[in-house]
């Protein structure tokens, strides 16, 4: 091996081991500003200069360097005056990114992942759900003054199918132009569309139209609203001009309607006539 060799692999070593530390130190820093950062989040700290660095009021004082605290106020993360510092409007989102194991935290924090299981025909097959997809999935974590679901199972249940056949019925409104020929598909004498929808879109536009049949006018449109257009419980009282806190309570009760439709109670049997009397009440002949 030539010296010049020899000066290369120590010089590539150097690297190594300069990019090992750079890399600890920088994970050491990230701990450190999210221990800050979940403390500030509880309230603002009066700050102190001392030897060590910059210390923070309070029960469970801690010390941070000083270049920390002034990187996190570069970033946008703390607000930092007159000897207070603060939490900021973005250091939640960071630190609900930064707590992520995930390939898009940016997307992720906007998202609540469960894992539950899909039944189908053959088989059940484990899939993940995103709860903030559909309103329902903010309403059905939604609890009463008992601590109970506020929505019951089968509510929730009844709004999910009722989006399905919305779906599956080709309902939603159309956004964008379309590019198929106007007389396409259209034979003599036809009205052109109905004959282009597969038998299972208008089986899904009957049960859509027979369950809102079931709710009827004055809370199918809640229902259709939250669970189809996806509008928010806030949205639909403002575009309603309803009371404050009243959609939530009118898409409760159109929901349990509709999931009676979907699984009607038993009927009950007609009770049988009873007579009552004295021994001697038939008059004898």
Request: glycine share 8%; aromatic share 4%.
């Amino acid at each position: 091996m030539t010296e010049r060799q020899t000066t290369e692999r120590r010089a590539n070593g150097d690297k190594t081991t300069m990019s090992k530390a750079s890399r600890t130190a920088a994970a050491v820093e990230r701990r450190l500003l999210q221990r800050l950062l979940r403390r500030l989040l509880r309230g603002a700290c009066l700050t102190e200069q001392t030897a060590d660095g910059i210390r923070l009021s309070g029960d469970d004082a801690q010390t941070y360097p000083e270049q920390l605290l002034r990187r996190a106020r570069a970033d946008g993360l703390v607000s930092w005056a007159n000897g207070e510092i603060a939490a900021s409007d973005a250091a939640l989102p960071y630190l609900r990114r930064a707590l992520l194991d995930s390939e898009d935290p940016f997307a992720d924090q906007h998202r609540d992942i469960v894992e539950t299981v899909v039944k189908s025909e053959a088989e059940r097959q484990p899939v993940r759900r995103n709860l903030c997809e559909s309103p329902l999935g903010a309403i059905e974590r939604l609890k009463d003054r008992d601590g109970n679901p506020f929505l019951p199972a089968e509510a929730i249940a009844a709004g999910e199918r009722l989006a399905a056949d919305f779906t599956r019925g080709q309902l939603q409104p159309r956004i964008t132009a379309s590019w198929e020929p106007r007389l396409a598909g259209r034979g003599k004498g036809h009205a052109g569309g109905g004959g282009e929808i597969a038998d299972s879109a208008m089986a899904a536009r009957k049960r859509f139209g027979d369950a809102v049949d079931a709710m009827g006018p004055e809370l199918a449109g809640v229902a259709v609203d939250v669970c189809c257009f996806y509008k928010g419980l806030e949205l639909v009282e403002r575009e309603r001009q309803w009371p404050a806190r009243s959609a939530k309570l009118m898409l409760r009760t159109a929901l349990l309607a509709l999931a009676r439709h979907y699984a009607p109670p038993p009927a009950r049997q007609a009770p049988r006539h009873r007579h009552w009397g004295a021994e001697d009440y038939r008059p004898s002949l």
